[in-house]
């Protein structure tokens, strides 16, 4: 868009799906020590996409104002900007499957020695699914049944267990889940109007 602005010819092709704005890495010792400081910073991360998505005015007046390191936006381009965002960002976090693969393609085509990992084990999603089984995400966008939800397994939240690595099993149920969404914004997620 500034490339645009500047006079120079800009070409449209859809981007990949990648891992955008909402990876966050901490070390395990850390996130078993202080649970509450990571359901806290979660619910943090959950309530600024909730704003930005079901707030859009706000949230361009907000572009216009803060986004100023490549130069001052302007209407069009902050619109254009928050209309692009609103779309990429996940209400519930999960990273999308199809991001995570163009991901680890990429570190593999960087580093053969990345074909060594599962690109799941690099994943700890069970915060973000106690949050999404206590309803905490549909309820900020007033969603129907909003409340706790059997996802059809046995799990404990109580931190008196191991974190190990997910599984082929996890990574088959996540994807089975749907916990990874589409890029697409459903229904209930839209700018209010």
């Known amino acids: 868009m500034f490339a645009k602005a500047a006079g120079l010819k800009v070409i449209d092709i859809e ?49 216009l104002q803060r986004s100023t390191k490549r130069g001052q936006m302007n209407i069009e381009q902050a619109t254009i ?4 965002l609103a779309g990429i960002l996940e209400p519930k976090l999960y990273p999308k499957m199809q991001a995570i693969a163009n ?32 309803g905490f995400v549909d309820k900020l966008y007033g969603r129907r049944n909003a409340t706790s939800r059997d996802h059809g397994r046995e799990h404990s939240h109580d931190h008196g267990h191991a974190h190990v690595a997910p599984s082929k099993e996890f990574e088959n149920r996540v994807t089975a889940s749907a916990a990874v969404g589409s890029l697409e914004c459903d229904a209930d997620c839209a700018p209010e109007h």
């Open 15 to 63: 981007p990949l799906p990648m891992i955008q704005f909402t990876t966050v890495s901490s070390s395990l010792g850390f996130v078993e020590k202080h649970p509450d400081i990571v359901e806290r910073f979660l619910k943090g991360m959950i309530e600024g996409i909730h704003y930005f998505k079901t707030r859009p005015e706000e949230t361009i007046q907000i572009l």
């Open 81 to 84: 900007t928050y209309q692009s």
């Open 103 to 134: 991901v680890y393609e990429e570190a593999v085509r960087q580093d053969k020695d990345a074909k060594k990992v599962n690109p799941m084990e690099l994943w700890d999603l069970h915060h973000l699914r106690r949050l999404d089984d206590r």
